[in-house]
């Protein structure tokens, strides 16, 4: 006989299918409207779709609440704009700080070295890194990592950690190295959301980082190369150490860098914790 509550009983008979409909409704609202878009701004010549796929995430994550949760879920974006603006900055500097300490120990145990460049592609920032780091924190740690998460945690960290790195498996110079650093990425990205419960913590972490590792001191960003950048980094090291064509992503060092900030983000989780 299940010794379970009959509501508890019920919550894991029923939870996994009304979850697998609540990420096939979004997925089906997300590809529905991108992809009409996506497709006219290609004929039109326009190369890069990353406000589309903004628009497309926010349509699909409104919509799926709409339906699922009658609109009663708040995704932690609309909120003061004081505290918006601190919780981004406090991500864009613990950003800094991996980014800053990876490059640092990339830089000491290789030949490669920073050097003048053209400065920073503005227009690119505003067409590319900025909708990008906002789009994938919608879609990964957004409404379905919440929903998926109210079940079980564990699984949603999982879960969106390893489908994030999958999506980005095509990328230019991918390894399993590089891999192995999306998934840390998710799961660093996934507990800096818990921190506060809003997206601005981890949106902040990850424009910090993309814009930080590129734009400014010139290395390739998940395989996608910066036409211009304030730094050139410039010499010759092993992919496993450099991350090659990749990015700094691709190397062991962060790997042990996401893994200390990982540490820190559990501990200080675990001391704010209620």
């Keep these: 006989m299940n010794d379970l509550p009959a509501n508890r009983e019920s919550l894991w008979v029923n939870e996994p299918a009304r979850l697998l ?85 990339i830089l000491f145990a290789s030949s490669l070295r920073h050097e003048r460049g053209s400065g920073v592609a503005w227009l690119e920032l505003a067409v590319v890194f900025v909708p990008a780091a906002v789009h994938e924190e919608i879609v990964f740690r957004g409404y379905l990592f919440q929903r998926i998460r109210s079940w079980n945690r564990s699984v949603a960290i999982g879960l969106t950690s390893a489908v994030f790195a999958l999506l ?43 814009v930080l590792s590129g734009p400014l001191l010139g290395y390739d960003v998940s395989g996608f190369a910066s036409s211009t950048s304030l730094l050139r980094t410039i010499g010759d090291a092993p992919t496993w150490l450099s991350g090659g064509t990749f990015g700094m992503e691709g190397s062991v060092i962060m790997t042990v860098v996401e893994i200390a900030a990982a540490a820190i983000l559990v501990r200080t989780n675990r001391k704010h914790s209620p």
């Excluded at 399993?176 to 959301?193: E, K, P, R, S």
Aim: no cysteine; charged share 10%; net charge positive.
């Design 21 to 105: 409909a609540t990420v096939s409704l979004f997925i089906t609202v997300y590809l529905g409207s991108f992809l009409p878009l996506a497709f006219a701004a290609a004929a039109a010549g326009a190369r890069n779709h990353f406000w589309i796929a903004l628009g497309s995430a926010s349509v699909a994550t409104w919509l799926t609440v709409r339906v699922m949760e009658r609109g009663e879920w708040s995704i932690g974006f609309f909120v003061p704009p004081a505290r918006a603006v601190r919780e981004l900055i406090l991500g864009v500097a613990f950003a800094a700080a991996v980014v800053g300490v990876s490059d640092a120990l």
């Design 168 to 210: 980005h498996a095509r990328n230019e110079g991918i390894t399993a190295i590089a891999l192995t650093n999306l998934v840390l990425a998710g799961v660093l990205l996934a507990l800096a959301y818990e921190r506060y419960r809003r997206l601005w913590f981890p949106i902040g972490i990850h424009l910090g980082w993309n």
